[in-house]
T-cell receptor, first 110, second 112 residues
Framework: NAGVTQTPKFRVLKTGQSMTLLCAQDMNHEYMYWYRQDPGMGLRLIHYSVGEGTTAKGEVPDGYNVSRLKKQNFLLGLESAAPSQTSVYFC?????????FGPGTRLTVL | DAKTTQPPSMDCAEGRAANLPCNHSTISGNEYVYWYRQIHSQGPQYIIHGLKNNETNEMASLIITEDRKSSTLILPHATLRDTAVYYCIVRVETSGTYKYIFGTGTRLKVLA
């Protein structure tokens, strides 16, 4: 039982490049979430999903897109990366109660 | 906007109880209070949650005031490994979906 995994762990992008972050969970959870955490700050919700095929915007959705084609996977896309998107990205999943978090992806945009 | 307010930092002596306060004065009747902690830059780890009643588990106790406007997380015998950032979170329900609103947390330092 791997829990929540995130790929990749680290990435460096140039401004304007695109990339996709992958989150996978093996706990059959309905809810999945993408957060970003900037230095010295708490986590801010980017997008979330309440089930396969559904997505919704969180607090800071601009510049990001998401997809939940399979229940176990939640993808976060950056179409045209900007330096302001330099952050640590965390994925989480839950059944509506306790959230389980992944180890994070550290993204730097130059 | 964050629905919780926490002191930015606290120190606690090893072996003593750590009491971490949280204000959530705008909490609604069906919104739960959750506590998580984050050690270094790892993913947050669940500690405990509650709605109205006090709760206890193997990690901590959660005391919620009767008016639900504030709560306190208690680590009964803090160890050096409890040094972390502790987040008090309100779980918001909207049309059957749940979102978790993080504040900026309290950085707890346990001193030897």
């Amino acid at each position: 039982n791997a829990g929540v995994t995130q790929t990749p762990k680290f990435r460096v992008l140039k401004t304007g490049q695109s990339m996709t972050l992958l989150c996978a969970q093996d706990m059959n959870h309905e809810y999945m979430y993408w957060y970003r955490q900037d230095p010295g700050m708490g986590l801010r919700l980017i997008h979330y999903s309440v089930g396969e095929g559904t997505t919704a915007k969180g607090e800071v959705p601009d510049g990001y897109n998401v997809s939940r084609l399979k229940k176990q996977n939640f993808l976060l896309g950056l179409e045209s990366a900007a330096p302001s998107q330099t952050s640590v990205y965390f994925c989480a999943s839950s059944l509506g109660g306790e959230q389980f978090f992944g180890p994070g992806t550290r993204l730097t945009v130059l | 906007d964050a629905k919780t307010t926490q002191p930015p930092s606290m120190d606690c002596a090893e072996g003593r109880a750590a009491n971490l306060p949280c204000n959530h004065s705008t909490i609604s009747g069906n919104e739960y209070v959750y506590w998580y902690r984050q050690i270094h830059s790892q993913g947050p780890q669940y500690i405990i949650h509650g709605l109205k009643n006090n709760e206890t588990n193997e990690m901590a106790s959660l005391i919620i005031t009767e008016d639900r406007k504030s709560s306190t997380l208690i680590l009964p015998h803090a160890t050096l490994r409890d040094t972390a950032v502790y987040y008090c979170i309100v779980r918001v329900e909207t049309s059957g979906t749940y979102k978790y609103i993080f504040g900026t947390g309290t950085r707890l330092k346990v001193l030897a």
